[in-house]
């Protein structure tokens, strides 16, 4: 198994995004990146400490391979706006890759040599090493299947998921 943290706006869109592909084994919403000793909710939301929101992906690389679960990533989040993503602002948003080891950085370094093709060279996304990966909340795991009618999610995070489903379709489990 293969863990990578990411870190591409709100932490309930990659979450939905990667829960749905085949291989994936475990998707954990939280935090990284940050000054602080602890992460909550209330706190990062500030912006104050620094931490990103990010998810950790557990993956089986013998199902699918690192480079769909990092190409991905670009796909549904915009890597060229600095501590942004749609309305939602402040560093806790921002573009990051968090390496646990050489050979992730080397991973997260290729694949946005790969994403520049499509984005351009204006991509911010930060590439750091791993520090402490905080787990969010309870109701922050798996938020989209615990609230599909919610505001965000219609609006949000659905089209995040419509969007990965037409290019990466045989990657993604069949519905129940």
């Given at each position: 198994m293969t863990t990578y943290v990411?870190?591409?706006?709100?932490?309930?869109?990659?979450?939905?995004?990667?829960?749905?592909?085949?291989?994936v084994e475990k998707v954990?919403?939280?935090?990284?990146g940050g000054s602080q000793t602890d992460a909550h909710y209330l706190r990062v939301a500030t912006g104050a400490t620094d931490h990103a929101e990010a998810v950790q992906i557990t993956f089986n690389e013998a199902v699918i391979s690192k480079e769909v679960i990092l190409d991905l990533f670009f796909l549904v989040h915009d890597p060229t706006t600095l501590n942004r993503q749609g309305a939602d602002t402040g560093p806790q948003y921002r573009?990051?890759?968090?390496y646990a080891d050489e050979a992730q950085r080397q991973d997260f370094t290729a694949a946005i040599q790969r994403a520049t093709k499509h984005w351009g060279?204006?991509?911010?996304?930060q590439i750091t090493p791993l520090d402490v990966f905080y787990p969010a909340e309870g109701e922050h795991q798996d938020y989209f299947n615990k609230n599909p009618?919610?505001?965000?999610?219609?609006?949000?995070?659905?089209?995040k998921i419509s969007k990965a489903r037409a290019v990466y379709a045989q990657w993604f489990k069949s519905p129940n």
């Open positions: 990411l870190a591409g706006g709100c932490f309930w869109c990659l979450d939905a995004v990667y829960r749905r592909l085949k291989g954990i919403s939280g935090y990284s573009s990051a890759m968090f060279d204006a991509i911010v996304t009618d919610s505001g965000y999610c219609s609006v949000v995070i659905s089209p």
